[in-house]
């Protein structure tokens, strides 16, 4: 289900309306998971400069710096783009980014440079869940290429593995363990709340 909710019908200006009806918008499609294929081989990305303004925390239909960014993978046959600020990991054009190393799932904190995504909540209550050591931290372009693994989650990709980035292989390039664990983790929670027809916690 995808909700828009705008200012409603006003005069055109960029301050708020004062009497305006909000225009709430929803459409329905079916929820395509990736192929089996990807998700068994895993897929490209490359890398460019986050360039979007300093409220990505904010959902929004203003997606310009989103749509252009994604432009560049589509282009290079790649499924996402992974921006960098600062030097800095922020996340993808759209989806959030997950690297392990040494075992441990890392991600950058929720804050005004990402979008807090509802999958990024659920890997993260997956792994505490599941005892699986992660951490919340700065993460340099560096370590981004020199990491074990390399994920990207997003309510249309799931948790998918990213096996090449910049032409270059991740890791060993193919999945790793740990995304493999969790893939069967965020499968069985889906089919959970699928059959529960409710969402419920898994942790506390
Ligand atoms: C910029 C951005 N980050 C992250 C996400 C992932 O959010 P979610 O897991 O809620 O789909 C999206 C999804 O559209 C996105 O556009």
């Known amino acids: 289900m995808y909700f828009q909710v705008t200012r409603g019908v006003a005069k055109r200006d960029h301050a708020f309306p004062k009497h305006a009806e909000p ?5 329905s499609n079916p929820l395509v998971p990736p192929p089996s294929a990807q998700v068994e081989s895993g897929a490209a990305a490359i890398t460019a400069h ?3 303004w300093l ?6 239909i203003s997606l310009i710096g989103n749509v252009l960014l994604r432009q560049l993978s589509a282009e290079a ?5 992974i921006l960098f600020r600062d030097g800095k990991l922020t996340e993808a054009s759209a989806s959030n980014v997950f690297i392990v190393k040494g075992g441990v799932i890392q991600s950058p904190p929720k804050n005004e440079l990402i979008l807090p995504g509802i999958t990024y909540d659920v890997i993260v209550e997956l792994a505490r869940a599941h005892a699986l050591p992660l951490e919340f931290r700065e993460i340099t372009q560096a370590e981004v290429r020199g990491a074990d693994e390399l994920w990207v989650s997003s309510s249309s990709k799931e948790v998918l593995a990213i096996v090449q980035l910049d032409g270059r292989p991740v890791g060993d390039a193919r999945p790793g363990p740990v995304f493999r664990r969790m893939y069967r983790l965020y499968q069985d929670f889906k089919q959970q709340v699928m059959r529960a027809g409710r969402r419920e916690r898994v942790s506390a």
């Open 77 to 81: 046959d790649a499924v996402e783009t």
């Open 50 to 52: 986050d360039n979007r």
């Open 55 to 60: 409220r990505c925390d904010i959902k929004s």
């Open 23 to 27: 225009t709430v918008f929803i459409m």
